[in-house]
């Protein structure tokens, strides 16, 4: 049998759909798998040894040079890779009209949602068969995928989400000395989803008390900014014995790099970004910090040690942050004695 998975962004999506993988390997052994994905999210894909091709996208960068020769080029390359062998079934979890039209392109037959369930409900005409969901759109990613592909090829998932991603542990350079180090991700997309500064200075703070160097990552010129503002207050708490325990990464990395650096890391704290989830299905202990979204929409169920918390509108305090800290890490420390530099609330 072989399957394509239509799953194309984004990262915290593509991070979702993964245990679909486990699930078809476990159902029809020798199953023959390929992924159809951006370009830019390809590194975590590859990363699966249960996906046999991934068949990349570039449709965000080729709608930048729509009339240039070469983006004709791919495009044409593109569809003669994608149509290059039939397939036994075309599962678009995605439910976008995007992601349903392109996947029209390959040989087989088309599943998906139904125009209820669909994230965009035009995506449903484009499809062989449809599949009704009782929860429809408010259902958890995770357990959204897993039951689209289990409808599709008739099985049962019957083992938790597996996520199977293997990465090599890599301990940036950048990073100087010995110490473990937690990756902080302060920065999203979606301002309603921050966190205030105040609290990840005091947080990063109380990491370095604890002997942990902090690393913030960012992907853009102001995540940067922000990035390099919070290291520099953190590092100012502790005067000249605080150089160098906050780091900023030096530049903006690819995937393929920050997964090795999130399964070399001691933990990992973020807000609802698709970093933070890749750091969890690597393995790596994470803390969720919801804001402006609600944990009941993901129910991420990690590889490794997780706890969320706040919800949207209800961001949590410092101390219930390092609470669950102490919790994903195993350390018996009462909240009321952990101390704190700068306003907890």
């Known amino acids: 049998m072989r399957v394509l998975l239509v799953k194309t962004s ?28 951006e370009e830019a999210y390809m590194p975590i894909v590859q990363a699966h040894p ?69 994230r965009e409900a035009l995506a449903s005409i484009f499809y062989d068969r449809r599949m009704q969901t009782p929860l429809g759109r408010t259902e958890a990613a995770v357990q959204r995928y897993r039951q689209l592909a289990s409808w599709a090829l008739g099985y049962t998932p019957s083992a938790p989400p597996l996520f ?66 919070l290291a520099t207050r953190v590092n100012a708490l502790a005067g000249e014995d605080g150089e160098g325990l906050a780091h900023v990464a030096p530049e903006a990395f690819g995937l393929d790099v920050w997964m090795g650096v999130l399964k070399a890391a001691h933990l990992v704290v973020g807000v609802d970004t698709g970093l933070l989830y890749l750091g969890a299905a690597v393995g790596t202990p994470a803390v969720a910090i919801y804001a402006g979204s609600s944990p009941h929409s993901v ?21 219930a942050v390092m609470e669950a800290v102490g919790s994903v890490l195993g350390w018996a420390v009462p909240p009321a004695l952990l101390p704190v530099h700068g306003p907890a609330h």
């Open 10 to 37: 984004s990262m915290g999506d593509i991070v979702h759909a993964l245990p679909v993988v486990a699930d078809l390997h476990a159902a029809f052994p020798g199953i023959h798998i390929e992924w159809l994905v």
């Open 50 to 118: 249960g996906v046999e091709n991934v068949i990349p996208i570039a449709l965000r960068r080729w709608r930048k040079n729509l009339l240039h020769p070469e983006t004709r080029n791919q495009w044409r390359a593109f569809v003669h890779a994608l149509r290059a062998r039939p397939f036994d079934a075309i599962i678009d979890l995605q439910g976008l009209v995007k992601s349903a039209v392109i996947a029209r392109l390959a040989r087989g037959p088309h599943l998906g949602l139904s125009w209820a369930s669909s």
């Open 164 to 229: 199977g991603l293997h990465v090599c542990a890599t301990r940036p350079g950048w990073l100087h000395g010995h110490r473990p180090y937690v990756v902080l991700l302060s920065a999203t997309a979606k301002e309603r989803k921050l966190w205030a500064e105040e609290r990840w200075v005091a947080l990063a703070g109380w990491l370095r008390e604890q002997g942990l160097v902090s690393a913030f990552a960012w992907g853009n010129a102001s995540e940067r900014a922000r990035a390099e503002r």
């Open 299 to 319: 129910e991420f169920e990690s590889s490794g040690p997780w706890r969320s918390l706040g919800d949207d509108g209800k961001p949590p305090d410092v101390h």
